[in-house]
């Protein structure tokens, strides 16, 4: 790609990151992430989503015990490869579902709406961009989307206002990163062009 852009070379330079350092982010590059997150187009401008912040290490810390728990008991609705390697790895010690991430971003959207996936994966992919803008690290977590229906976990996601109805549909990690991951090589075979 020769074309000389701001916005495609931060495409471009975006990792999925899973070492963070300790280094919290400050409030106005959170506030600046969230902005990013709430400008996404959504399905008919409904705006239904939530983003909720957790930047509190006992409370990230005490989720994370609930979802290695909640993974015991979770039966996999699919053969999907990843679900089950991460049902194992889950009980292994020192597991963290967020990657210690200082910040976690969780989006939620309402019930029987079916765009609640597409509007939030949207959000993040401009959190995602935005992190990578400002000099930060980020990974896509799909742990609290499968784990949406445990009770304990979504026991304690309502304490922080997520709404028990709501669906959880992805969450982000974000944080300063010790790493720089390598590019994974793209795909052949997977752009068509009609002219
Ligand atoms: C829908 C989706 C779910 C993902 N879930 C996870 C996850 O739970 N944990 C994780 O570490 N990475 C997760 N990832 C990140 C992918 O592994 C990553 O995007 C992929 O390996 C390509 O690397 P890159 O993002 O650096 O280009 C997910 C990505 C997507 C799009």
């Not at 889950?90 to 991430?101: E, I, L, M, T, V």
């Amino acid at each position: 790609m020769s074309l000389n852009n701001e916005v495609l070379d931060c495409i471009h330079k975006r990792r999925s990151t899973r070492r963070f350092t300790e280094r919290q982010i400050s409030s106005g590059q959170l506030d600046a992430l969230l902005d990013a997150a709430i400008w996404a187009p959504s399905g008919g401008n409904n705006q239904s989503w939530l983003f909720t912040a957790i930047q509190k290490k006992s409370v990230l810390l005490h989720l994370n015990q609930l979802v290695s728990e909640g993974f015991q008991r979770w039966v996999p609705d699919d053969d999907y490869p990843g679900k089950h390697a991460m049902k194992k790895r889950s009980k292994q010690d020192g597991y963290n579902f967020y990657h210690n991430a200082p910040t976690l971003i969780i989006a939620s959207n309402k019930p029987n709406y079916e765009n609640a996936m597409a509007d939030c994966t949207l959000a993040l992919g401009n959190i995602f961009l935005a992190a990578q803008s400002l000099g930060l690290g980020s990974c896509y977590i799909n742990q609290l989307h499968w784990l949406r229906a445990d009770p304990d976990v979504r026991a304690y996601l309502l304490e922080m206002g997520i709404p028990k109805e709501h669906t959880i549909c992805s969450s982000a990690a974000i944080g300063y990163t010790g790493e720089k991951p390598p590019a994974p090589a793209r795909k052949k075979g997977t752009i068509n062009i009609i002219r």
